[in-house]
């Protein structure tokens, strides 16, 4: 059961809110940076606090959030520990996932956790989120709505005919800033993605959601009963050590693996979308940290020992190995450990060429 | 004092000639392999063993020539040592410079060490030959000329206006194949390359020599008399620990610093030239590194743990990094100990930037 506290503003009681983050992603897109032991989310990549320490504290300074759960890789316990210790930040739960069985049973262990009426703000470990204002406004605009029963996602205005991402299609108005989501298209060929942006009606599902423990284990009960089975059967067996929970590894295993898409989001009743400008990433490949990262007069992003005599428009970064580079354009350089991966920019794509 | 032994092809007793190996480079150009510590010409950059080793080795089985004696930086004598008993050469002298001094002083140890008769072919240790017959032919082609007191040199027939090469007017016929050198010219101007070249009349001074010692040291009395005796002081007061030799450092100090080209070759008067096309290459960057390796259909040449899924003219080695590079075409990218250079290729001398 997580802490509360009542939040006075706007003179009336509004729920406090549990962050839930799910640190499940692998980060194979920024090999060799990224590794098993220590995805993405552990780095720091767009600061000098990791993407997970900014996803915990991106919450943490309002009154109206209660102390976040984590559902993570149990790898990577003390990893989080760490982090979490370094902004001093204490977990409610981490929810330590016997193995991995995707979004939906995820979330199911942390609505459990949380307690049926907390409201939950779910969001990946690894998403940069640059004007949180904005960020937070979207949150209370969904709120009413989530009180009221409704399953809320943010969504994100598309800079591009972005194939990787999921869409949602926005659809009435059932309140100032608020829709009905009228439709979800999973990731669409670039045919369809340009034509979803010049439409004008289509943001990204973004993976942030909004909504009661309540709720979404209602959705789960009527959509995906055997999620939610196993998610209890397993949460009812779990272990606790401190702050960790280890839920039964059997029971856990026997969910079906799906997304919160898939298994809740495109089949409920009332789910509502508030599109928010935020400067949102997913940071999902080394073209995108490119775009997000600090440039010199050149254009070039460069972290680390690096020495870059001339050139222009790369990006090159290392945790160790010294780089040496001169006459070199739109190049991708990145070394950690033992390992160097040499792209031309627009191409990092084909890290999986070597990641897997 | 070196062994002799008689050679009576041709129906005649010849000089046996004493190899010298000039072990001064520092190798800068081949950075971040070649390092301080481990010159380029320990490397073994073209070949499972080193330059070193292929010089030592380029003459050694023919009973015309002698023990080679090895002139060298003070810190290479295990390296030496090390990388001759490896293909069982022993060395009648590894003479350790006590500083370096160039060319002419160094010659002048060796001469002063194989004795007044002894015929040296004296070449840097960091080149390469790749048709050995022809190098072979061509020292016989000098040899009687040396035998009558010529200074031999041979002309490389140049490929390209090359500015870091030395070049040579050859003059008139003094012989079968030998010509008397008409003129020294010192590293051109591109221009001045070119016109040379269409010319056809000049030859590259590859800093390979064949003379008897003492019309080596006579020639330094005349031309150099400074350097003469600061050798002869130095190597009298030499200190001898097997095969290794510690000439006098305060006498070898006092020498002037010159090359043999500036010192005698320019001044004497009977000097001559062979000229002989030989795959000769001083192997003096990373892009004529790349024109003389080995090539994949897709004109990469590619050494150690490398992945390159595409792209093209790249040449990539490692000696324990590893790289994995994909889209990438014309780029030279080395890696070596904890370093990673990368630059275009046709750029390479821009690896100064970094090595100095």
Redesign the interface.
Known sequence: MVDRAPDLRNGMAMSVITHVILSGGSGTRLW?MSTPDAPKQFLPLTDARTMFQLTAARVSNSTRFARPIIVANGRHADLIEAQLREISIAAAAIILEPCARNTAPAIALAALEAGSDAALLVMPSDHVITDEASFHAAIATALPHVEAGWLATFGIAPTGPETGYGYLRVGESIGAGVHRVAQFREKPDLASAQAMLSNGDHVWNGGIFLFRAKDYLDALASHAPAILAAATKSAERAIRDGARVHPDADAFAASPSDSIDYAVMEKADRVAVVPVSMGWSDVGSWDALFELGAKDEARNSVIGDV?L?SGTGNLIRTD?????????DD?I?I?SG???????RG?SQ?VK??SS
Chains 1, 2 share one sequence.
Request: proline share 8%; net charge positive; charged share 15%.
């Open positions: 060799p020495r005599a160790g190995i010294r780089i040496s580079a001169s006459g070199v190049l350089i070394a033992n390992e160097v991966l040499i792209l031309p191409q084909n060429k070597f």
